[in-house]
Each structure stands twice: as C-alpha cells, then as structure tokens.
DNA sequence: CTGAAAGCGCTAACAC
DNA sequence: GTGTTAGCGCTTTCAG
C-alpha cells in the first residue's frame, strides 16, 4: 500500500506538496499539481486516515450506541443519523449492546479507543450513569436518544412518551375498556418508566383503579416472554385491553393472543409504540404510538456536531411528539 | 485525555514500560507493574488505537458492507459476523449501500481509508467487481456474503438459491399451480438471476410454460413497486400463486393482494424467501425458503480472518441449504 | 527487568 | 510555490 512519501518520489515533490493536493490547502502550482495527482492514481494512493487523524485529534467518527441494532426503530434512528453525519463528512460506526451495560461498557470504552469525535447512545438504563462519565472523563461529546439517564445533565432526544401513553390508554377508556393490562419494559430504564406513567396517569384521570396484577415487566428485545399474556388471561378479572411498550412485546403479545385462539379485536384490543415496521404493513393492524425514529438519529447528530464544534454550552433537551395511528387493534366494548 | 508519556512521567518509569504493562509483554516487575496500573487508572488513560494501528499496521477492524441493513436478512448476518469477530478481537463497522453502486464505492473507499483489516460485502451487482478490485489492490482481504459477482475468484458464502427456488415453485406445483409469477431481483444481481433460475428451472422440469409476463423484476429494498400484483391478477389468465424473492417483495405482495381483496391462501398462494422475521410472528404464515443468515455473518468472518491470518490461499466457495418451512399461505387448487 | 532511539504516515509551522 | 523540521501516541529494536 503506497504512502505519502512514495507518491512524492515518483512525482519528484516534497510530501508536503503531495500533502497540498490531498488537502488542496496552500498554492501549488497547476503542473506540479497535475504531476502529483497522477502519481497518486499510478500508486492507487490512499492516504492513511489513521495517520491524519492521529496528528489532527479528529477522526470525524462517530458512534450510535443501540440496545438492539435488529429493532426496526432503532435501524430507523440510524438512517437518520447516518444521513446528517455523511452530509457534514463524518463516518458512523454502529454498535448493539444488547440492553446489557456490561457490553455498553466494552463499546463505550471502544469508542474512547478509536476515538470517536462523538457519541450517540440510547442508554440501556439507569445503571448507563458510568458509562457516560466515562465519555465525559475522556471529554467525547454524547448526546442521550430516547432515554434518559436518572439524575444526569445532557443533551437529548426524546418521545413524549408519557403523554403518547396516555392517549393510547386514553382512546381504550373511551372505547370502554377499564381493565387494562400493561405489558412494559423494566423499570430501571426511563423510556419504560415513562410509558408506564402515561399509563397510570391515564388510568388515575379517569378514576379506573390501578392493579397489580395487569401490569407485567418486559424485557425491551426480542426474547419477551411468552407466558405473560396467558396469565393475563387466566386472572379472575381478566383484561379486555392490552398497552404493551414496544415493538416486539406488541409481537409477542399477539401471537400468544392467536395461540389461545383469542381475536383481535373482536375478544381483545391491543395498543402499542412505534410498530411502524414497514415489513409488517402485511398487517398493518395496530394501533400504535408512533415517534419520529428517523428525527431521534437526525436531530441528535445535529446537536452532537453542534457539541462537537463546541457551539452551545447548556444541555438542550428536545421532546418531540408521537403521533397516535388508529388502525384496526381496537374495538369499542 | 492522557496519553503514554503522562502515565509513564506519573509511575516514575519509561514509556515503554508503560507499554510492556499494557501489552502484558516482556518482563516487568510486579511492583513496578502495580505503580503503572495505579497511575493508569488515577488518569482515566485509555491508549489510543490509532497510534497503536499506524505502528502495529492492524486495526483490529473489520467492515460489513450490505446493501440494507433494515432488512431483518442482513441484521442477522451482522449479528452473526459480530459474534465471531468479538471473540476473535476485532470490531466491526457496518456500512450500508442502499443497493448503490457508488454509494458502495465511496464505503469500499473508506475501508482503505480507515485500514480496515478485512471486508466482508454483498455486493450490489455484477458492477461491484470494481469495487471488489479496489480492495484487491489496496490488500484488503474480502469475503462476498449472499451474492457472487460474475466472473471473480473470491471467497464466498452464499445459500442454494436455485435449489430453494426450484423447492418452493416444485411445492405450488404439487398443489396444482401452473400459473406461477415470479417477483424477483434485478438481474444484475446474482442472488435474483439464481432465484429466477431455480424457478424457470422447476417449471420446465414439470413441462410447465414459461411466461414472460408472469416475471416482475422488482428492486431489493422496501422500495418495491405497488403496482405489481395488481398488472398480474389484470392479465387475461392471471396467476394462481406468486413467488416472491424476498422480504420486502413479499411484504408489498402481501399488502397489495390484501388492498385487492384476494385472500391468502384461499384465493391465490404465496410463497417467498427469507421470510423469517421475528417481528412478523403475528402472522407467520408465509411459506417460505429460510437461509442461515446468522452462518452467512459467522462463517464468513472465520473465513475472512483466516485470510487475514493468510492460513490458506485457494478462494473457498462455502454453499450453504435453505430449509423450505412450510406455513400457512399455499393451498391446494 | 528497564530505557533510548527511531519511525509508523501524515500535517502544522515555519523557512526559503 | 515548495521544502524542512518536528511531532501526533504508540511500539519495535536494540542496549544496557
């Protein structure tokens, strides 16, 4: 693989010329710049980004750090921020922790190591809290995506989850539902704790109680556990509405919903989040709380840039709102 | 951010003994170790990759490069080819081509430019061979995933996708179809021409018509064009069954048909590859040809780092079995 | 067991 | 317009 110095040998320059043209910085003169650039074709020359960005102390890298790279939300907050990096010429490198800190902790560490200009990252939860000073220690800009982290100051994106909660739980109260189950994701994480507040707060407005017993604690990814859906159904009172939070319990619920026979809507209706997938437009039947995935990963690499180029100073918070789409998953009871 | 010097300056030794403890490499007395690690963490030091690749000519990097990595397919080829890469110390960069050919260009530029240890791509089409010469030139090992390019030696994993085909269109035939449309890839694509293969094939086996008119050609992406179905059930003798070549055709099939008003299976049968997200088990009824994603991204790694590791030297060609999972969308006619 | 010198490939700062 | 020198942060090589 040629270097600098090669390609200044064969165009007899200096590397500091060559190093002009790559730049196209300084005045060199049209003919030797001709001759250098034909010296780097020959050579197939491409300079080294590791050397350049060594003695610059910018690797224009940036990281998205995701609970789960498979979740179709997530895929979307990524498109978002690789489009606004790729417009300002930064590389985003992806990285999947797996809702588990522990590998939050490796990739976070990694990107201190290949020294990421910036950090985009939808903390796994509460316990994130290190993780980030981590990237504070090490002075890399991170912006927070929709969650937040208990008790820390920082730029974020987020969904207004608890009010997007509160309509869905809203629009079931006056379908006539008032036993609602709650399928959520553990409380240690805020995006959960919000959802499941806009539950609750829905359900306190209107005077229904609030029981124990209709409110399961997920896990966020695909491996949500089938059983609680025939638990719910196996209670005295059994509900005749189901929230869940996201995506896949939204997936899991239902099948387990076909596996006991039940219909949707007819014997059950079923809210969720952001079942936007358009791989499931086959059935495009739920009523869902969808939020701006796309904005999440394109306005949260704005504010990191902004960061980055150090242009504001106080921590910005934007909440963008859901929409509420009323599809075919409820039915008046 | 501290770097080796500060360290060595605050443990009262050399650089280089700093280094022998970070690399647990040479002898270092134990005590004298111990002063090292202490001023290591007092200062947060976290040693620069860059610095370390630039001398070490390694980066410890690999590249995924896919053509989308929304499509559940290739997510779990990335999961796949993380798994294998973690244990073996190496980190991934994923990098999506959108199907672009130039887009591809642009990424494959930045494999060199970030020294990327190994490349492992679906290519776009057969236009990617310049792409592929690129790496070649720069020494970069690559191994092409789901997609051969005409006309080049290169180590490959890719599934049996005459095979599958001929499976899936031998089943509709079994059941009765012999009007049979294909929606399929582009042509330039090897992974479409083999799945249009494997579907021209079985039907001249079984002494069935080939219908120009019944072979769409659609894109890879979410992107498929609506209009599909509806120009084939408008033909004069319009199919019983369609064969899609993959998620999103599917997918789109499925949303046209159910617009129409065709019911699947009682009114037409459709049949499709890779239909295994997991998100989708609401209705898991697509019969289908599932390949081995997941091997796609981990044999492919150990391939890839075997070439790194220069082990062996004749181009491998691993030629993994779809298995034909039958649902519920065919139906005897 | 530890250190000094050199250099990976590039560019900032200054010469000429 | 172009070249020289120095150095980014680390490791290799060789000395001690």
Redesign the pocket.
Known sequence: ????????KRA?????????V??S?????????KRVVRAMEDLN????G???S????RTYTLALVVPDITNPFFTTVARGMEDVARKNGYRVVLTNTDEDTNKETEYVHMCATIRADGVLIAPTGDASVVNLQLLSQQSIPFVLIDREVGGLEADLVKGDMVGAARQLIEHLIELGHHRIAAITGPRNNAASRDRLQGYQWALTQHHLPLADELIKEAVMTRQVDGRFVAELLALPDPPTAIFTANNFQCARALASLRQLGQRVPEDISIVSFDNSDPLCIMEPFITAAIQPAYDFGSLGTQLLLERIEGIHTAPQRIVLEASIVHRKSTQRR
């Not at 060594?54 to 102390?57: A, F, Y």
């Open positions: 693989m040629a270097n600098i110095s090669d390609v200044a007899g320059v200096s590397a500091m010329t060559v190093s002009r790559l730049n910085s300084g005045y060199v003169k049209t003919e030797t710049r020359y491409i300079p080294s590791l050397a350049r060594l003695i610059q102390q």
